[in-house]
């Protein structure tokens, strides 16, 4: 005797999956925070770039993650309890930094936009082939560019031109390592989830 499961349906992302509808609260805010500490956690990873005042981080990699996996309500949610505990004194950007007047704080803001557009374009299949997860991870670091560069060159007087030198070219061959990265995990493993359900 076998069983069919339900297939992984339409418009779902990772999140959905797990079982809870009695704990639907509980499951969500553990998520919530699960995201912004994950977050945390990346942003320790933290390189200096010679000449910029921006480090390279697994922050950005951990948000636009979290976007995809916890979906654009929870992922934003996420994104803002990290950047909120942060601003009020958590030491966990950067490098070990908090509050809201370093000049990579618009990397933080670009990161919570970017994890909401991520999560609604996860839930409309986003991240389920290569080519698709390619299209949103440049799209939501190209968000955490538009936000982060200008807050950059405004927070330390740079021209734009200097602060895109400083604040995004060094970080290019980075982050297509981490699209890499997430155009092979993130449809394997919704090949997975297919597979068993």
């Known amino acids: 005797m076998s069983t069919a499961a339900a297939p992984v349906r339409t418009g779902a992302v990772p999140a ?39 480090p390279v981080t697994g922050q950005t990699f951990a948000a636009l993650l979290v976007g995809t996996a916890l979906g654009a309500r929870r992922g ?46 996860a839930r409309r299949g986003g991240d389920r082939s290569v080519l698709r997860t390619a299209g949103t991870m440049v799209l939501g670091s190209a968000i955490i560019y538009a936000v982060g560069v200008p807050y950059l060159a405004l927070s330390t ?12 070219v060094p970080f290019l061959l980075g982050d297509a390592l981490k699209a890499a990265l997430a155009m092979g995990a993130l449809p394997a493993a919704w090949k997975l989830v297919g597979r068993r359900g």
Request: avoid cysteine; proline fraction near 5%; glycine fraction near 16%.
């Open 157 to 168: 007087g740079m021209s734009a031109s200097a602060a895109i030198a400083a604040g995004l």
């Open 76 to 121: 934003f949610l996420s994104l803002a309890v990290y950047a909120l505990v942060g601003m009020a004194g958590m030491p966990w950007f950067a490098g070990g930094s908090s509050g809201a007047g370093g000049a990579s704080f618009g990397y933080v803001l670009g990161m919570l936009l970017a994890a909401t557009v991520v999560g609604a374009l």
């Open 16 to 54: 959905d999956l797990l079982p809870a509808a009695r704990h639907r609260y509980a499951i969500d805010t553990a998520l919530v925070v699960g995201g912004a500490a994950l977050t945390g956690i990346a942003a320790q990873i933290a390189v200096p770039v010679p000449g910029s005042p921006v």
